[in-house]
């Protein structure tokens, strides 16, 4: 063992050491619940948020990371269901995402990550193993993802595709024009204004590496989908996710124009929930129907 590992155990042992530790997760936890009190304050008080078109006051979060949970079951409440179907490209490790909390709900899909971790929480569940969740470990570009979900058998139009590549975003999306989601769920770089669009150089073998220089921004991924046939409905509050809905399917229940300038929200990372909770697969229930 090496010493600077040996000395670290030992001033874990020594009282004033365990008690800055715990000063400092509760400070941490203070920060936290006090981030999260002035975001219900907000989406209760603000008369942007109070609109009940708008989407960030239905966020609640299960699985997700940003109450992205309450929003996908909001714009479903409103549009309705189809086939039930997901696909979530970027799943971490199987707990928390975008469709896991779907899944508990009876819905089916497809889970597909660079990093093969979340095969293991798949096998580990008996609930899973009736062919509800079909998954791959791949890492996907805008030149192979085509092909990755059709050797999957995803099908060409379904309900719900959350995407979350971190650096290529954009160019994964672009290479995903042949499937017609009806509800897509994108990654935004909220660092960038509403009114620029910007997106980093393509490069298929990049990966994100913790600098703001990262996807493409709420203008360019405004305007990709709406050459796809997508309207943008909204942002999740905390300025991660965008939320397109086919264009078809909007009429007037959701909040228009249809723009970044008018959904665009900052970055507020020091809000997200999962600070303070942890997150568990939920056991998998019934399909029920609308």
């Known amino acids: 063992m090496a010493l600077r590992e040996k000395l670290r155990r030992l001033a874990r042992r020594l009282p004033l050491y365990r008690d800055i530790l715990e000063m400092r997760d509760q400070i941490r936890v203070l920060r936290t619940m006090e981030a999260m009190r002035y975001a219900d304050l907000e989406l209760e008080r603000s008369p942007r948020y109070s609109d009940p078109l708008r989407l960030p006051r239905y966020e609640r979060a299960v699985n997700s990371q940003n109450g992205e949970d309450g929003i996908i079951a909001e714009i479903f409440r409103r549009i309705g269901t189809t086939d039930r179907v997901f696909l979530e490209i970027g799943v ?11 899944l508990a709900q009876g819905w089916t899909g497809f889970w597909v990550d660079g990093n093969p971790a979340f095969q293991q929480v798949i096998a580990a569940r008996a609930d899973l193993r009736d062919g509800c969740i079909r998954g791959r470990a791949a890492f996907v570009d805008r030149e192979n993802v085509a092909r990755v979900l059709e050797e999957m058998d995803v099908p060409n139009a379904f309900d719900l595709m959350s995407l979350d590549v971190d650096q290529n975003t954009y160019y994964v999306w672009e290479g995903l024009a042949a499937f017609r989601p009806r509800v897509a769920v994108i990654e935004y770089n909220s660092a960038i204004p509403s009114g620029v669009d ?11 590496d913790g600098s703001p220089n990262f996807g493409a921004s709420l203008k360019a991924l405004e305007r990709l989908g709406a050459r796809m046939g997508y309207a943008l409905v909204g942002c999740d509050f905390n300025g991660v996710n965008a939320f397109f809905v086919r264009e078809d399917l909007c009429g007037d229940a959701f909040r228009a124009p249809f723009t970044a300038e008018n959904h665009y929200e900052p ?7 999962h600070m303070l909770f942890g997150r568990a697969l939920l056991d998998r229930g019934a399909p029920t129907s609308d």
């Open 198 to 208: 910007w997106k980093v150089s393509y490069a298929p073998s990049r990966v994100w």
């Open 267 to 273: 970055p507020r990372l020091m809000i997200t929930p």
């Open 92 to 102: 971490g490790n199987g707990v928390e995402n975008n469709t896991a909390f779907l």
